[in-house]
Each structure stands twice: as structure tokens, then as C-alpha cells.
């Protein structure tokens, strides 16, 4: 992706199902699960750079025993430096006598992190502040065990002000309005109830004291305290936590917006973001893995029985499609096969835009996420090109010389790596002149790859976003080869509109298909349509009823995607700097989007199509009513 979105979260769940004593014998350390936890963490921190957490729970402690261990960091590695702290107190007890790590009794008792229970996050600050108060996971605190609470998510909820009411209403009084906050404490709610009808019933049976609390860890009902906490969340989520006595337990949306996977066997039980990074971590094969349904909870007991409960009716399922184009890693099989197929279905239109020519045109990528799309770019060249062939060849009659068939066979698509990302490159200079240089030189060409004056130069890129890059840097470098023609290709179609279930995309108006789409309608003087949009808008404000229809559709209805593709080209092309070519701008379609991922149907990116009713009303209320006021402010 030329303009890097910044944000998503990962999260990582083990469950150690033996005592570690198990593990200390058949692993050879005590610090197994510490060290699984680790690689967990680090194969997701694609997921989340913005901070780190993880906590740990210890099972079966004495009173006046510490159970809880938490470390968070927003430093620039935050995983590893959370791993080096922890890792820092085991070296110290090491080098003061080795036989103390393999002291199971004694680790319990005196250092952190040494519990069954494993929660880790990896946080990009979807819309909160980048600060280690920010960082999950979230703690709960009470001196009663199985009302501690350890929150930890990917997600974003789009009715917390009506969440947070709700909070107010029951006699609370939480410390702030965010999402993560909300949830915590409407669980911890529920929660806290759960404990108190627990403890009065045995009570009324003559229980003693101590003995009820052993009671209610057994007894204690997870899936019921989640369907009570959760009947009023919009959004899309997978929600991670750890009770104070050992019990855990993961969440997913009706929907099935934001993703988790599973594995289970009589040594652990583990969760993550992302399929292939379970597999990597056990050494598993991709079946064996489970995907969490939708609107499901993975419940796992302090006795270790796990179960996938029904929490709320799961909705028409609409997946996250962004995460198999950008987010999600591309070692997972599916999404390696879905991100060639975007870069295959788009070859037919790279075709036409060149004429066909491929003796004059060469192909390449923008690193680096666009690579694999690539490959299906290139393969969908080799099969319309084989075709030409067939043609070409029965052409010449039924005795072709070897020589014009030798000819014909060896004709190859031009493929180069034009493109190269300087990853130690970094834009930290604040004045524009000398950032907007440090921006143009990202990344750098290879000379001498490319005919001037004679040679398409066609590069596919993931996405499109906002066209910082593109504009500052991408096309500045790419001029600098003279191609006859640019054709910037993007697997991806136009994305039109932000998200608001978990990925830094909620400013619609740094959309640079947005932005083109406003330009035209000036260009054609149709500013009643941006007034209409913002009255229609404006008019739902106070509307308590569920929003049903997204109206800014309303704004690129005028205006085929060509149109609005060729708009495009006009707002990143850089200055000529004599450099006399043409650029194109290719995107996917939305219909082969959903060929290439056919089970991953949330394209609200797109289509403006959101899968629940908070998406339309947050899209509507916080983000283009403001737009709206701006730019008839601009038109007035």
C-alpha cells in the first residue's frame, strides 16, 4: 500500500492445559507457554505498532500470593521490549542460581509471568490516544478472585455514547468514554452480579465463606454474563478476557467483522488474529485450526474444558474484506490464493489499457505488500498471452518454420522489480520542504530497466487510499524512467468510504476518491447534490432510530468508477519536470473483488454497504455531517 493505514489490533490467548511441571519435562523450560506467548505476539506485529500488551494468570494461588502480572510498552518495539523486561528478571534469577528456573514451586510464588493463563494485544490506536494508559490489556481490579477481570480486544464499537448511558444508569461511574473502557465495565458489571447471586445462594444453603468462593469458581457462568454484557454492542470485535481465578474467554460480532482462530489439544488451548501464525507457532497443519463463529464465545473453564457457545444470533456474515487485502498475513493459505486472484481478474483491463502490447510494456509492483498480487498479475499475463499465441501460431498455416515458432514461443511478459522501498528511510522532519523531499525519495527505481520514450511501465499496488505517496513519491520516481505511459494498478477498488469497526480509515474526506468525487460535482456545478446529501444528513442528527440508508452514496451516483478513476489522475500527477507521458490510474472492480474473496463479503470500504446499523449512523453523523458543513462553508 503506497499510504500505510496505521491501524488494527492483534490478539493472542494460551491456555496452559498441564501443570508446568509438564512442560519444564517435556520441553525442557518452565517458560514454554512465556516463550509460545512471545512468538505470538511478534508473528502479529504487522497487526499493531503502536503498543504491546500481555498479562498472565496464575492458577491455584494462596491468599497474599500475587496471581495477576501485566507489562505494557509504547515503546518502537513495544513487543520485544515487553519481552526483554520479562525476560530481564529471568536472566537476573539465572545468573544468581539456574536451578531456580527449573523450581516450578518456586517461580509460581516469586516471579511474574510464570501462570497457565496467557493474554497478549498488540494495539494501533484505532481513535484513542497513543499512550501507555491506552494500552490493553485493560485490568479490573478487585481483592475478590473471580471478580478480576483482564480485557483485551480488537475492535471498535460505533454506540458507546449509548453504551456509556447505559453505565450511568446502573449506578456508575466510569473514569472515561472510550469503547475499551465501556466494555470492560459492562462486563465487569455483569460480573460482579454473577458473584453476588452465586454468593448469596450458597449462603442460603449455610456455605461457609471460604468454601462458596471455591464454589463460584466452579460455577461461575461466563457465556451468561457475556450475553448480558454484550445485547447492545454495534461493532465489529474479537474481545479477549481472563477472569481472576483462571477462566477465559473470547467474543467475536454476529457479523464475524474482525477475525480469531482457534486450536485445541490436551496441552493448550490458543487464539489469534490470524490462522497462519497458530500454525507457526505449534507447528499445525491449517485444518486442524478452527475459525471462531460469529457471534460465538470460546469459553475456556479453569479446569481447562473449553467451549464454543452461541452468545448472540449471528447476522448475514460480512467479514472484513480489507483484512485479507492488507492486513491479515499473506503466509495463510486462502488469502495467498485470494490476493493472487485479485491481481489475475485485473489483467484484463491492464490489457486494453496498453494495447495489448507486450513487447513494450513491463510490470512490476510497489513493495511490499503488493507482491503477491503481483503473481496473479503476472500469471492472468501468461494465460491471455498463451492465447495470443494459439492464435498467432495456428496463423501461420499448417507448415510454420521453426523459426517463426521458436519466435512466437519465447515471448515473455517484461517483468522487472522497479520499485524499491528504503525501509530505513524516515519522515521525521517537520518542515514541509525538507519532508515532502524525504517523502519523494521513499522509494527508489532501477535505472536502465525501462525504455524512455518507448516503454509502458504498468505497477500494481494493494490499494489506493488517500495518493500521499503516489502523489509525493511513487509517480516522481516512476516519470524519472520516461516511460511512454504509467499505469498504476490497484487490486483493490476505490475505496469511498471509512471504517468504523477497528481500522484507521474514519476520515472520509482524505479519501482521494472522495476527494475526486467532490471535484467533479464542482466541475459540473451539482452543489445542490452536496446540499441535498448534508440536509438529508443533518435531518437524522437526533433520530433515535436505527440508520438503515447510507445517504452519501448519493455523492458518487452521478459518476461511472472510470470517471472517477481518471478524476484521480489529475490530483496525484506530479509536475511534468519535462517528463511528457500519460498516467492511468486501474482499479479493481467491486463484482471480482467478491470473486476473488468470495467469503469475506464486508466491503462497506467500497460500497458503502455497512452490515450494521451503527456503521450507517457513525459514517452519517460524526464524519460527514462535518465534511458536509465544511465543504458548503467552501461553496458558499
Given at each position: 500500500?503506497s499510504d500505510p493505514i496505521?491501524?488494527e489490533?492483534g490478539?493472542?490467548?494460551l491456555r ?14 518452565a517458560?514454554?507457554?512465556?516463550n ?10 504487522n497487526r499493531?505498532?503502536?503498543?504491546a500488551?500481555i498479562a ?8 497474599g500470593e500475587?496471581?495477576i502480572?501485566?507489562s505494557r ?7 520485544q ?6 525476560n530481564a528478571?529471568?536472566k537476573?534469577?539465572y ?7 527449573k523450581d516450578v ?6 516471579v511474574?509471568f510464570t501462570?497457565?493463563v ?8 484505532t ?7 491506552s494500552c ?6 478487585s481483592n475478590?478472585?473471580?471478580r478480576?477481570l483482564?480485557v483485551?480486544g480488537n475492535?471498535?464499537?460505533?454506540n ?6 447505559v453505565l450511568?444508569?446502573?449506578?456508575q461511574?466510569?473514569k ?5 473502557v465501556?466494555?470492560?465495565e ?9 458473584n453476588?447471586?452465586l454468593?448469596?445462594?450458597?449462603k442460603s444453603l ?11 469458581q466452579d ?6 454474563i457475556?450475553k ?8 465489529g ?7 481472576g481465578?483462571?477462566?477465559a474467554?473470547v467474543?467475536r460480532?454476529?457479523?464475524g467483522i474482525?477475525?480469531a ?5 490436551d496441552e493448550?488451548?490458543?487464539v489469534?488474529?490470524?490462522r497462519?501464525?497458530i500454525?507457526t507457532a505449534f507447528?499445525?497443519k491449517v485444518?486442524?485450526?478452527?475459525e471462531l463463529?460469529p457471534?460465538?464465545a470460546?469459553?475456556?473453564e479453569?479446569k481447562?474444558q473449553?467451549?464454543e457457545?452461541?452468545i448472540?444470533?449471528?447476522?448475514e456474515?460480512?467479514?472484513c474484506?480489507f ?7 499473506g ?10 486472484a485479485?491481481?489475475?481478474l ?5 490489457l486494453?489499457?496498453?494495447g495489448?502490447?507486450?513487447?513494450n510494456s513491463?510490470f512490476?509492483?510497489?513493495?511490499n505488500t ?7 498479475l503476472?500469471k ?6 498463451n492465447q495470443?499465441?494459439i492464435k ?10 521453426s523459426e517463426a515458432?521458436?519466435e512466437?514461443i519465447?515471448?515473455?511478459?517484461r ?8 525501509a530505513?528511510?524516515r519522515?521525521f522532519i517537520?518542515q ?10 521513499v522509494?527508489d ?7 524512455r520514450?518507448?516503454d509502458n ?10 495518493g500521499?505517496t503516489?502523489r509525493?513519491?511513487i509517480l516522481r520516481i516512476l516519470?524519472r524512467?520516461g ?5 498504476v494498478?490497484s ?17 472520509m474526506?482524505d ?5 475526486a468525487?467532490i471535484?467533479?460535482?464542482?466541475e459540473q456545478g451539482k452543489q445542490?447534490l452536496l446540499?441535498?446529501?448534508?440536509r438529508?444528513?443533518l435531518?437524522?442528527?437526533n ?7 447510507n445517504h452519501?452514496?448519493k ?8 470517471k472517477?478513476s ?7 500527477s506530479?509536475?511534468?519536470?519535462g517528463w511528457?507521458g ?6 479493481q472492480t ?8 468470495p467469503?469475506?463479503?464486508g466491503?462497506?470500504y467500497f ?7 451503527g ?5 452519517k453523523?460524526?464524519?460527514h ?10 461553496l458558499?
Open positions: 500500500m496505521k491501524h489490533c490478539i493472542a490467548l496452559l492445559k498441564k501443570p508446568l511441571e509438564y512442560y519444564l519435562e517435556k520441553y525442557g523450560s517458560l514454554w507457554g512465556l509460545k506467548m512471545h512468538l505470538l505476539m511478534e508473528k502479529q506485529h499493531g505498532q503502536d503498543g500488551g498472565n494468570i496464575k492458577l491455584d494461588m494462596q491468599p500475587r496471581y502480572s501485566r510498552s509504547v515503546q518502537k518495539n513495544p513487543t521490549d515487553i519481552f526483554d523486561q520479562i528478571k529471568f537476573a534469577l545468573d544468581e542460581n539456574p536451578d531456580k528456573l514451586s518456586y517461580l509460581k510464588k516469586n511474574g501462570g497457565e496467557f493474554l497478549g494485544h498488540l494495539r494501533y490506536g481513535y484513542g490516544r497513543n499512550s501507555i494508559e490493553h490489556p485493560f485490568l479490573r481490579q475478590w478472585m473471580t478480576n483482564v483485551a475492535f471498535n464499537l460505533t458507546v455514547d449509548e453504551l456509556f448511558d450511568v444508569e446502573l449506578g461511574h466510569p472515561e468514554k472510550s469503547d475499551t465501556t466494555v470492560m459492562k462486563i465487569g458489571h455483569f460480573l460482579d452480579v454473577e453476588d447471586e454468593y448469596a445462594h450458597y449455610g456455605y461457609a465463606k471460604t468454601d462458596i468462593y471455591a464454589r463460584i460455577e461461575i457462568k461466563i457465556d451468561k457475556l448480558k454484557a454484550s445485547e447492545r454492542w454495534d461493532g470485535y474479537a474481545m479477549a478476557g481472563l477472569l481465578h483462571g477462566s474467554f467474543l460480532d454476529p457479523s474482525r477475525p482462530f482457534w486450536y485445541e489439544d493448550i488451548c490458543v489469534a488474529s490470524e497462519p501464525v500454525q507447528n499445525l485444518e486442524d485450526i478452527q463463529k457471534g460465538h470460546l469459553i475456556i479453569k481447562g473449553v467451549k457457545i452461541e448472540n444470533a449471528p447476522r456474515l460480512k467479514q474484506s483484512e485479507r487485502i492488507y492486513f491479515s498475513r503466509s495463510d493459505a486462502d488469502i495467498y490464493k485470494e490476493r493472487k485479485l491481481g489475475r485485473i489483467v484484463k483491463d491492464v486494453e489499457s496498453v495489448h502490447d507486450y513487447d513491463v512490476s509492483f510497489i513493495p503488493a507482491e503477491v498480487s503481483f503473481y496473479g503476472i492472468g499475463l501468461e494465460e491471455a498471452h495470443d499465441k498467432q501460431i495456428q496463423a501461420l498455416g499448417a507448415n510454420p518454420s515458432l521458436s512466437i519465447n515471448r515473455r511478459a517483468i522487472e522489480k522497479i520499485a524499491i522501498k528504503d530505513k528511510l519522515t517537520t514541509d520542504d525538507s519532508r515532502d523531499d524525504l517523502v519523494a525519495h522509494y527505481i532501477t535505472y536502465g530497466s525501462v525504455r520514450g518507448t511501465l504498468i505497477v500494481i499496488d494493494d490499494s489506493i487510499v488517500r500521499t503516489l509525493q513519491s516519470d524512467l516511460p511512454k505511459k504509467i499505469v494498478v487490486s483493490a477498488p476505490q475505496i469511498r468510504y471509512p471504517d468504523c469497526y477497528g481500522i484507521d480509515m474514519a476520515k474526506g479519501f482521494i476518491a472522495f476527494e468525487a471535484e467533479l460535482i464542482k445542490d446540499e441535498e446529501v448534508y438529508l444528513c435531518s437524522e442528527v433520530d433515535k432510530k436505527e440508520a438503515e440508508i452519501v452514496k455523492i458518487y451516483e452521478p459518476f461511472t468508477p472510470e472517477i481518471a478524476q484521480i489522475v489529475k490530483r496525484v506530479p509536475p511534468q519536470n511528457k500519460e498516467i492511468e490510474i486501474i482499479y467491486v463484482e471480482n473483488l467478491r470473486k476473488a474473496v467469503n469475506h463479503t466491503d462497506w460500497t458503502g454497504n455497512y452490515p450494521t446499523p456503521g450507517n449512523k457513525v459514517v453523523w460524526r464524519w455531517y462535518n465534511l458536509f458543513l465544511t465543504f458548503l462553508s467552501l458558499v
